[in-house]
């Protein structure tokens, strides 16, 4: 397990926005589709919750706190799927 962060990181602000785009893109091509309702296809084209999880540990990513609170800020609910994998031979 690593106690140090030695990647590339992401900023929290542009991870919500492409999350954003990327569920709007995937919806977007339902529209219009026979059977689609417009106000269910209007629901789903909104950001209403997400779920943080990443590869590895979520709580590994060093701004975590900042993409929770931009989710929060969007009006965003978020929980955090983690498998708690730690070590127990390592110190806390």
Known sequence: MG???RWAVDDPVMIVQEGIEKHQDMINIFKGVPGV????WEDAFNVAHCALSLVGEPIM????NELVS???RRRISSFLVTNAQVSPSLPP
Not at 37 to 40: I, L, S, V
Not at 61 to 64: D, L, S, T
């Open 3 to 5: 106690r140090e962060w």
């Open 37 to 40: 309702k417009p106000e269910r």
């Open 61 to 64: 990513y060093p701004h975590i």
């Open 70 to 72: 931009e989710l929060h």
